[in-house]
């Protein structure tokens, strides 16, 4: 008998009690001031540090849920389009990346259609997922945006794009750059029918995104503190020679230069979008109960 094991240790656990695991999901750093955020608390707060208002990203259904009234939205199908047109291959075939990504995310590609109610005025959303190849812009993107444009035209609705994008999708070339002029032509559509568009600027916008659609808005909103811009910083540095600012690209940089309208904090963003849907459809906008 060893009384170290069989006295000692069973007396000891019973007046410390069972160690019990912690789970590893509990807590996140904020990527901005490295603050911990108990997990609970980030969520109750649209993902948002309480420490120094960094916007963390957040899903694209949480942000539908956020945006339309009560969080009701009806999602409306992407058209289908030719998968792997270029037959590109690079450390894996894009066939079996895309089903790859697909089967993580659960979702056709990189951007979601929702429509519903914003204010008690109608409106249309194409919203870019960037854990989708980082929200690139291929075909499917580009009949996405059409099929959206087109929606909000038949429902007299207003069109907000939320975009949240690297750029272009490299695996599918000219094919890929095709779709900038095709979206600034769904956008055109929108307005000749005399209908608000707005854009609402998430981390990041970039590359050809932002080079068509996203700049073209009758008003342009932006998260805090988001990265917006066309090439990266160093490149930009190395062709004029110049050192930028350190709030280059940021929300904040391009309010300050006209480039965005409003940078609209999270909490904000539904009663925002309600009160200028409410003016542009020249009606009053409707809080939601």
Known sequence: MNWLSDFIRPRVRSLVGEQK?????????????????FQRDLEENHNVCTHCNHHLRITVKERLALIFDDGKYETVSIPSVAHDPLKFKDRKKYADRLKETQSKTGLKDAITIAK???????AVIAAFNFRFMGGSMGTAVGEGIVKAAEEAVKNKAAFITIPSSGGARMQEG???LMQMPRSIIAVEM???ARLPYIVL????TTGGVSASFAMVGDIHLAE????IGFAGRRVIEETVRETLPDDFQ?????QEHGMVDMVVGRKDLHETLARLLGLLMNAPAKKAA
């Open 201 to 204: 600027l998430t981390d990041p």
């Open 21 to 37: 695991e912690v789970p590893d999901n509990l807590w996140t750093k904020c990527p901005s001031c490295e603050g911990m955020l």
């Open 116 to 122: 519903g109610k914003i204010g008690g005025q109608k």
């Open 224 to 227: 805090p503190g988001s990265m």
């Open 250 to 254: 940021t929300a904040e940089y391009l």
């Open 190 to 192: 929108v307005k000749d």
């Open 174 to 176: 000219v094919l890929s």
